[in-house]
């Protein structure tokens, strides 16, 4: 029950609205909640915004509605979660790490590299690990390996066998609760609904996002830098959303 600790500006859209911000993070689930704390952490004025409330509510459930013209994607409508906490109020909070593969140009998708490289990233999976509070020693296979005496092999009959990490609590909602309530620079807006990006006057850099607030309001939200954080397919539809109005 994410209502005992929740804070929030529930109704003070129109004074966000009026405000610049350092950066506004669209999307209060995993990756949203991460960025924004860190941020705040470090001293920037963040506005997280969140098109669900504090707590389930199952009127958002058309926003969810999906269709898909291709193979069957249950993910597109299952394990999706419009809430402050994201989909980690529904997961068990079960983490495991890319590997250099992962980045690599394939055949079936040689349009689709990744701008990133494994080397660029790596470092960073300690400071998400210290934020979440994971033992830092056991960060890597081998380390856990060392640990419980344990023999493997990379590739046994053709199943890869690797190690995952489990959260403490897998509600990062609940995690955070503390700077969610008490983090002077971090603010977060539930119910308020991205509906496209915003670019100053020569379209070269994003300046805001307008949202649908829980009023009914559509208001722009203004900062020098946006996250999206809202998942792919959210994601997706916002960038394809803003690029169609813009050419109007």
């Not at 994601?235 to 109007?248: E, T």
Request: aromatic share 8%; hydrophobic share 40%.
């Amino acid at each position: 029950d994410t209502t005992e600790f929740m804070y929030i500006i529930d109704k003070g859209w129109a004074a966000a609205a009026s405000k610049e911000w350092d950066v506004i993070v669209v999307g209060a689930g995993a990756v949203g909640l991460i960025v924004s704390v860190s941020l705040a952490r470090a001293g920037r004025r963040v506005l997280l915004m969140e098109s669900g409330a504090t707590e389930p509510n199952a009127d958002q459930g058309e926003l969810n509605e999906i269709l898909v013209t291709g193979r069957p994607h249950l993910g597109a409508t299952h394990g999706r979660a419009r809430i402050v906490g994201g989909t980690t109020t529904l997961w068990g909070g079960q983490l495991t790490q890319f590997v250099p593969y992962d980045f690599d140009a394939r055949e079936i998708l040689a349009d689709c590299v990744w701008p990133l490289r494994y080397d660029e990233i790596a470092s960073a999976y300690a400071n998400v690990a210290k934020i979440l509070d994971l033992d830092l020693q056991y960060l890597t296979d081998e380390s856990v390996q060392s640990k419980i005496k344990c023999e493997r092999s990379g590739n046994t009959s053709g199943c890869e066998i690797y190690f995952t990490r489990w959260l403490r609590d897998p509600n990062l909602a609940r995690w955070f609760a503390d700077d969610l309530q008490n983090r002077a620079r971090l603010t977060v807006a539930p119910k308020c609904h991205a509906s496209q990006i915003h670019c100053g006057p020569d379209g070269s850099q994003v300046s805001g996002i307008e949202a649908i607030c829980g009023d009914g309001e559509r208001r722009i939200f203004r900062a020098r830098d946006v996250v999206l954080a809202c998942g792919t397919i959210e994601i997706s539809r916002l960038l394809l959303l803003s690029a169609k109005k813009s050419h109007n």
